[in-house]
């Protein structure tokens, strides 16, 4: 059975860290990313990686901040956060695609999602 299950979510002040954490099972995933959305916003892209690590993509809104990583050896992936402000807050998916011919990282398209973890930071 395929499942991701995310980790590392919590309740931080503006400026702190958080690493997210998604392990996957049940097969593993050329290219992984994670997700985010808000309270009444719809989800949106966030970061991802390939199966090399070599390709990554950036929101333009995390991009200085956040970095993501891949462990192939344990079929984990991890999202750091840091300089992390307010409308950082949402529940955060980890996103996973077997398809080794995927062209866009970016696009929502993801055939396997996790059920989320709550990132909120305070002001």
């Known amino acids: 059975q395929v499942q991701l299950v995310e980790s590392g979510g919590g309740l931080v002040q503006a400026g702190d860290s958080l690493r997210l954490s998604c392990a996957a099972a049940?097969?593993?995933?050329?290219?992984m990313g994670w997700f985010r959305q808000a309270p009444g916003k719809e989800r949106e892209f966030v970061a991802a990686?390939?199966?090399?690590?070599?390709?990554?993509a950036y929101a333009d809104s995390v991009k200085g901040r956040f970095t993501i990583s891949r462990d192939n050896a344990k079929n984990t992936a991890s999202l750091q956060m840091n300089s992390l402000k307010p409308e950082d807050t949402a529940v955060y998916y980890c996103?996973?695609?077997?398809?080794?011919?995927?062209?866009?990282?970016?696009?929502?398209?993801?055939?396997?999602w996790g059920q989320g973890t709550q990132v909120t930071v305070s002001s």
């Open positions: 990686i390939n199966w090399s690590g070599g390709t990554t």
């Open positions: 996103a996973a695609d077997p398809n080794p011919l995927r062209v866009r990282l970016t696009s929502p398209e993801y055939p396997y």
């Open positions: 049940g097969r593993t995933f050329s290219t």
